[in-house]
Nanobody, 126 residues
Framework: QVQLAESGGGLVQAGASLKLSCTAS????????VGWFRQAPGKEREFVST????????YYADSVKGRFTISRDNAKNMVYLQMDSLKPEDTAVYYC???????????????????WGQGTQVTVSS
């Protein structure tokens, strides 16, 4: 069983930065393909970013491209989401998600990920 835990959320002003962290236990970390999703009030959960098993490939939603950076440190069992130039529309609960699949066909789909953290709140004020 894989357990994920996010941290690093908070309340910031527009233009500020935050760095989210996700740690995993229960499995060799490099076996996990990891993504970040977010859900704003009244909206569906949406894809934010994802990173491949050894960090070779990264992908971003258009809405965060150029502002967010995903990275991982398999030795520390950690995935990070550096969020810069935050906007009020980035306000959401951010979830770390992971899958043990060896092939991920649609990394933007939440259904591809079988493990989820509890989420961390990010609030950006204008």
């Amino acid at each position: 069983q894989v357990q994920l835990a996010e941290s690093g959320g908070g309340l910031v002003q527009a233009g500020a930065s935050l760095k989210l962290s996700c740690t995993a236990s229960g499995r060799t970390f490099s076996d996990l393909y990891v993504g970040w999703f977010r859900q704003a009030p009244g909206k569906e959960r949406e894809f934010v970013s994802t990173i491949s098993w050894r960090g070779v490939s990264t992908y971003y939603a258009d809405s965060v491209k150029g502002r967010f950076t995903i990275s991982r440190d398999n030795a520390k069992n950690m995935v990070y989401l550096q969020m810069d130039s935050l906007k009020p529309e980035d306000t959401a609960v951010y979830y770390c998600a992971a899958t043990l699949r060896q092939t991920v066909l649609n990394f933007r789909a939440s259904g591809e990920y079988e493990y989820w953290g509890q989420g961390t709140q990010v609030t950006v004020s204008s």
